[in-house]
């Protein structure tokens, strides 16, 4: 079973807003992922990272931006939020050796709603 | 970027029946996981393939990768109401030093009771 936590859960905010969403995972795995997905759609990848200090741009670009401070927290922040900013966000984690799979174990995301 | 193709996008059967879904690409894939996501939450890994010509079961779900490496199939014997959800097949291409995962576009389940 993922240890892989996402908060809030829920969140309804107004546009101009600066929120954070949080990301945290206990299996210390070195890869984190950030996906953007509408829902009943495909995933799109937006952010990773590959350790401490190791942040990279995914497929679909985004506005937000993420930080990797410590092993287990993996920070979203949109600096200020719009309508089109809502989708739902996952998260996800995996153990990084050189070639060997990529197993993602996801977190249960957070619904964000930008009025 | 690789593509997967995952088909079919949607399925709508009676309960007790077996499903089978697929995912296809035109390039050579090194793994190959299924996932699946329940309403307003996250995938869950189902079932993860390592190797050509796997064949692995979790439960009443059996996948296959491919012995192409370039083709996975899911199967799901005797259906219940919650196997409903969207299922997710993903891959990691044959030459991705990244190690990261292309996922399909999801296959959505309905089970009429």
């Known amino acids: 079973e993922a240890d892989i936590y996402q908060t809030p859960r829920y969140l309804v905010i107004g546009t101009g807003k600066k929120i954070t969403l949080e990301c945290s995972q206990t299996m210390g795995h070195d890869k984190m992922y950030w996906y953007q997905q509408d829902p009943g759609m495909e995933l799109h990848l937006i952010h990773y990272?590959?350790?401490?200090?190791?942040?990279e741009k995914g497929d679909l670009s985004s506005e937000s931006t993420v930080s990797r401070i410590r092993t287990e927290h993996f920070p979203l922040t949109l600096e200020s939020a719009r309508p089109s900013h809502t989708s739902q966000y996952l998260c996800?984690?995996?153990?990084?050796?050189?070639?060997?799979?990529?197993?993602?174990?996801f977190g249960p995301g957070t619904r964000l709603t930008v009025l | 970027g690789q593509q997967l193709n995952q088909s079919p996008q949607s399925m709508f059967i009676q309960e007790g029946e077996d499903v089978s879904m697929n995912c296809t690409s035109s390039?050579?894939?090194?793994?190959w996981l299924w996932y699946k996501q329940d309403p307003g939450e996250g995938p869950v890994l189902l079932i993860a393939l390592y190797k050509a010509g796997e064949l692995t079961s979790n439960g009443r779900l059996t996948a296959q990768f491919g012995i192409t490496r370039k083709d996975s199939f899911l199967n799901i014997s005797a259906s219940i109401p919650s196997d409903v959800g969207i299922y997710f097949c993903a891959g990691q291409p044959r030459n991705n030093a990244g190690n990261m995962l292309t996922f399909g576009g999801g296959t959505r389940l309905m089970v009429k009771p």
């Open positions: 390039s050579i894939f090194n793994t």
């Open positions: 990272s590959y350790g401490v200090n190791s942040t």
């Open positions: 996800a984690s995996s153990e990084f050796r050189t070639g060997t799979a990529d197993t993602q174990y």
